[in-house]
């Protein structure tokens, strides 16, 4: 069998402020905050931008692909990230240790300042894979992205997905 190979771009950092900066992306992103009761945290520094900027670099999108991704599938987009954000089962928070090195059980709850800038690039660039790439190629992409638990992160992303897919026919 081959090995799913992922697409890497080069991504230029001013290309990913322009991109975190742009109505369109600031269209889909409030939508969604709007519509979760969220706020959104517009962050531009090096942290925050240069993890966005790791994923658009392993794509297989440019920044002005991932532009006119947004605006052409504004909609589905949104519609893929209200039903993501708001399914338990697919935003569980999973991590993965070796056998023996497993943490103590912290049933601490995480609290939730909002949601960062980008999160739009992310929700379409998962959304461009489960339309129109493979399941081994998006497996590869969240693999590379050191998503834990991948491949059932990947699934459940493929359920959301085709859960959105079937309502808006």
Do not use: C, W
Request: proline share 2%.
């Amino acid at each position: 069998m081959a090995r799913a190979e992922i697409e890497v771009i080069a991504t230029p950092y001013k290309d990913v402020i322009a991109l975190l900066k742009s109505e369109t992306l600031r269209a889909v992103e409030d939508e969604i905050a709007a519509r979760t009761g969220e706020n959104v945290l517009r962050d531009y520094s090096t942290a925050s931008t240069t993890y966005t900027q790791a994923a658009m670099s392993v794509s297989g999108m440019s920044p002005s692909q991932i532009e006119s991704f947004l605006l052409a599938h504004r909609e589905e987009i949104v519609d893929f990230g209200l039903r993501f954000h708001e399914d338990e089962e697919a935003t569980k928070d999973e991590e993965e240790y070796p056998d023996g090195e497993e943490q103590d059980d912290d049933s601490g709850e995480s609290i939730s300042l909002g949601l960062g800038t980008g999160f739009g690039i992310i929700y379409a660039i998962y959304y461009n894979f489960l339309a129109n790439r493979s399941m081994a190629v998006f497996r590869a992409f969240l693999k590379n992205r050191r998503i834990p638990k991948h491949a059932k992160f990947a699934r459940e992303l493929k359920r959301v997905f085709d859960e959105t897919d079937s309502q808006q026919r």
